[in-house]
């Protein structure tokens, strides 16, 4: 009997991390026919930046094509025109045309940082969707019950509480759905909250002949403020295009709860090096952790410089001498110090900014929008990295 072995452990290394496998069983038997599988993920360009939370679904795809199988990246710039109702309490407005051919355009450079194009498949689903008139959209849609489509939590959700829940809203599952029929997929990857949407396209692909996909889903990264999923629209992420210095002060802002979830889903680091272990202290385990995630997108001499611009400025408080003096009487709330230093324009600036970690307060992120600045007590304020005040009463 041959041994199964290295088998065994081709599956445990590609399902590392996943927090479900639909099913294990599944994935064993086509990697048992000695093929390479088509690997399937689809993203909506609804933003022009990826980030950190969309690395760990990418290189989890990464793993799949070291081991020889094709990779296939989809961006969903027909799926972006109806909008993913995933995970909202109301209608996601779609994207302009427009919106989403500039965003789609960014995609290709940022996968690149972690896949091989010259062995990726790049798709957008408006090849085929683009085809299928109002007679093949009904085909389609005579494969899957309402009953089936309102299994969903959001849908659920939505009318238990009396919301609009809109005719084209169901049509996004079907759509992603076909789009594994339309590319033959054998497995495909996504966050927890698409598992639903994943499992559509294992019901039309039975209906339409296919094998079932396998799927697949990966843990969502919690953001920079330790409890929201990493997003560009909660202001908590960590961009894959930042530059190194905000790459790496963003990380060394995380609260230290999250750093081993961390390390274990964005780095190879071995175990202790992560907080924790007693092998280092917490303050050094955070900067290691920043100069491997700034590593691999910005290069060992780019994390070098971030981690000593990080440690001259924030750990050493070394400020500039010609940087202004602001006087205060006392106590002010920290949108209007902002304002009156010029640093935002209006109140909803500075909140934005406070909402993407872009303000400083003696070198610790401050979010918290009914911050009080307390001249004596404070004396730096920074927002973003060029505006600084030094502030005295």
């Known amino acids: 009997m041959p041994d199964q072995s290295p088998l065994r452990d081709t599956v445990a290394e590609l399902t590392r991390n996943a927090v479900e496998v639909i099913s294990a069983a599944e994935l064993t038997a086509k990697l048992d026919e000695g093929r390479p599988l088509?690997?399937?993920?689809?993203?909506?360009p609804t933003a022009p930046d990826l980030h950190l939370g969309h690395t760990i679904t990418l290189k989890k795809l990464r793993q799949f094509q070291q081991h020889g199988h094709t990779v296939i990246f989809l961006v969903g710039d027909f799926t972006a025109t109806i909008g993913d109702p995933t995970g909202r309490s109301e209608t996601r407005k779609p994207l302009s045309p427009e919106q989403i051919r500039l965003n789609?355009?960014?995609?290709q450079q940022q996968v690149a940082k972690i896949l091989d194009l010259s062995r990726t498949e790049i798709r957008f689903n408006s090849e085929w969707m683009n085809r299928v008139d109002t007679r093949k959209l009904i085909e389609i849609a005579a494969k899957l019950s309402v009953a089936r489509m309102l299994e969903r939590d959001d849908f659920e959700k939505r009318l238990a509480q009396q919301e609009p829940l809109f005719l084209h809203e169901l049509l996004y599952p079907?759509?992603?759905g076909y789009d594994s029929?339309?590319?033959?997929?054998?497995?495909?990857l996504g966050g927890t909250d698409q598992k639903f949407n994943m499992l559509v396209a294992r019901d039309l692909q039975r209906a339409y002949g296919q094998a079932p996909q396998v799927v697949m889903t990966m843990p969502l990264l919690e953001g920079l403020d330790g409890v929201r999923k990493m997003s560009k629209s909660y202001g908590n992420y960590v961009g894959v295009t930042d530059q190194a210095e905000?790459?790496?002060?963003?990380?060394?802002?995380i609260p230290d709860k999250l750093m081993p979830r961390y390390y274990d889903l964005l780095t190879d680091a071995a175990p202790g090096a992560a907080p924790g272990s007693g092998a280092i202290h917490p303050m050094e385990a955070k900067k290691n952790l920043a100069r491997l995630i700034v590593s691999e997108y910005h290069g060992p001499v780019g994390a070098d410089a971030a981690a000593r611009y990080f440690e001259s400025k924030f750990q050493r408080r070394e400020v500039p001498d010609d940087v202004?003096?602001?006087?205060?009487?006392?106590?002010?709330?920290?949108?209007e110090l902002m304002k009156q230093l010029h640093f935002a324009s209006s109140t909803s600036e500075a909140r934005r900014l406070l909402g993407q970690g872009a303000v400083r307060v003696d070198?610790?992120?401050v979010t918290d929008v009914n911050f009080r600045f307390v001249p004596g007590q404070h004396k730096i304020l920074e927002?973003?990295?060029r505006r600084i005040a030094r502030i005295g009463n």
């Open 38 to 44: 088509r690997i399937k993920l689809g993203m909506d």
């Open 104 to 107: 789609a355009q960014t995609y």
């Open 174 to 176: 079907l759509v992603q």
């Open 181 to 188: 029929v339309a590319l033959h997929a054998d497995v495909e």
């Open 246 to 253: 905000d790459m790496f002060g963003k990380i060394m802002s």
């Open 324 to 335: 202004p003096v602001f006087k205060l009487a006392g106590t002010l709330w920290v949108c």
């Open 363 to 365: 070198g610790s992120t």
């Open 383 to 385: 927002v973003g990295k």
